[in-house]
């Protein structure tokens, strides 16, 4: 069923709202919570994976990113399916709705409103839009800035790397489109938001003072060295 206009214009607006109190939702503070702490004041003070990671382990970031790209692929799909060349329940070629959505939960994730317009920086709620644009492009950038994370340390530009591909791809392929000049400014405005929020980290990473994030620890041999000197079973010197 194809929608007049002002009942379009009417879901689109509905859409956004969802999506952007969607990206409200911030897991990483809900789970810290969970270990008695606020992730707010731990570490770099940033409600995301990569803080996640450096105060309470794999298991937790892992978790944290896993629930805020599903806070990017929830909105997508429903700004997909309800305005897709203005039909209900139909995913087409007009992936407008899908840019929305995400677009909306991103800012949720960013500027929300439930915690005073202070939230994350959005990298884990863009890759679920990037999953549900690109998930074969995803998989394999996700899997691409997982090996640089363990060989550089270095999160932001993991970040960064992750979500590329996918976006770069998606706007060339989208941009010979009927609507192609809203899907290109849709893409790049989410991706400038996401470098807009990176901004602090991108100045410490080019001045030497980024923290890096440690996925596997090093095991040390310490070896314990007897220096003492017996004489006749007896104890002479240490």
């Known amino acids: 069923?194809?929608?007049?206009?002002?009942?379009?214009?009417?879901?689109?607006?509905?859409v956004g709202v969802c999506s952007y109190f969607i990206g409200n939702i911030n897991t990483a503070v809900a789970l810290s919570k969970l270990k008695g702490k606020d992730i707010r004041k731990c570490g770099s003070g940033n409600?995301?994976?990569?803080?996640?990671?450096?105060t309470f382990g794999k298991p937790f970031g892992a978790l944290t990113l896993l629930l805020d790209v599903a806070k990017g692929v929830l909105p997508s799909l429903l700004g997909w399916l309800f305005m897709g060349n203005g039909e209900f329940l139909r995913l087409g070629a007009d992936r407008l709705g899908l840019y929305?959505?995400?677009l909306c939960a991103e800012i949720g994730h960013i500027y929300p409103v439930a915690m005073k317009f202070k939230g994350g920086k959005g990298v884990a709620t863009l890759l679920g839009v990037c999953l549900t644009c690109k998930p074969v492009i995803w998989v394999?950038?996700?899997?691409?800035?997982?090996?640089?994370?363990?060989?550089?340390?270095?999160?932001?530009?993991?970040?960064?790397?992750?979500?590329?591909?996918?976006?770069a791809v998606e706007g060339v392929v989208m941009s010979a489109a009927p609507l192609g000049a809203w899907y290109s400014?849709?893409?790049?405005?989410?991706?400038?938001?996401?470098?807009?929020?990176?901004?602090k980290n991108l100045v410490k990473l080019f001045s030497g003072n980024e923290r890096l994030v440690v996925l596997k620890k090093s095991k040390r041999l310490i070896v314990i060295v007897d220096r003492s000197i017996l004489f006749d079973g007896t104890l002479i010197a240490e």
């Open 185 to 199: 400014a849709l893409i790049f405005s989410m991706f400038a938001l996401t470098l807009f929020a990176h901004r």
């Open 140 to 167: 394999a950038s996700m899997a691409v800035g997982i090996a640089f994370l363990f060989v550089a340390k270095i999160g932001s530009l993991t970040s960064f790397i992750m979500m590329c591909a996918p976006l």
């Open 47 to 54: 409600p995301g994976t990569m803080n996640m990671i450096r």
């Open 1 to 14: 069923m194809t929608l007049p206009l002002y009942l379009q214009i009417t879901v689109g607006v509905i």
């Open 100 to 102: 929305v959505g995400g």
